[in-house]
């Protein structure tokens, strides 16, 4: 494929929680695609018809009216007209919860990543969690609450009876560990649960698994080596991932090759439970017994200087621009 003949239609932005998330996968993106000779055509979901005049101002000007009429006009035929394929950079709602992936289905555009459903379905968190311990993955046990159709002393009242504390209260699509609390105590959880509504309709009450933090990556057929994620104060949260310097990443992770193949196996039973394609990442517990629990699968990960699977990539000796050549390989190839 003669790359000066493609373009690649870049999304980037949006209008989610994750936005500052995704003008830094964005421009790291944008980066690669010109280091490898693609035409490459940039695109703020948030800035409607109206887009940027300049390229700085992709990654610099801020967005202080956005709206999901202005999203939506956005994918117009005349916008897409000179692109040949799609890479979406999005984070968050309306990036990587299958309306994007809709649009540009109607679009007939080819794009990076899995489809719609599959999208759509590992944002869930509970949907995704049914469906990978009904093929083989253990995952740890939790409920769903859905806003205005609870009581807070029924939801205490069943943490009391099915949990011990600690215990995670999220949102149940949002990533980054947006919303999320870890509750010592029953007090805690009104406000837990009203902050994780804050970004949310849905909020996941589930068990806190002590241990190792890891995560699984795969690109095409290939799944990579396990990366251990080691945070300076504990948990891996907003500021660990994308803030901190101080958190180590190794890869391939210190573990011996029994665990490692079982995690990799189970990350692929919930890559091949949730239909995911192209690329994906499955983060996981250790815990000291030697049980390994999957929290969550993301079908759009990072890819900032703080992202995992460029980090997973780059351990079998696949570079950032190589990664994302092959990432668009795929799609065209589709």
Known sequence: MNMSEVTVGLLLGGISKEREISLQSGKA?????????YNVILIDPALGKNQHNSIEKYFTATIENHSKEKFLE?????MFKYIEVVFIGLHGTLGEDGVVQSLLDLLGK???GSDAISSAISMDKMISKILMEKNGVNVPKGFLVKKNHFEFEMVKKRIEIEFSFP???KPSDQGSTIGLTVCNKIDEIESAINLAFSVSSSVLIEEFIKGREFTVGFLGETILPVLEIIPEHGLYDYDAKYNSDKTQFIVPADISKQVAENMQNQAKLAFQALGNRDYSRADFILTEDGKTYCLEVNTLPGMTSHSLVPKMAESIGIDFPQLIDKLINFAVNR
Do not use: M, Q
């Open 167 to 169: 215990i995670i209260v």
């Open 29 to 37: 993106i944008y980066n690669a695609l010109l280091e490898l000779g």
């Open 110 to 112: 080819p794009y990076v």
């Open 74 to 78: 956005t994918f117009s035929v005349e």
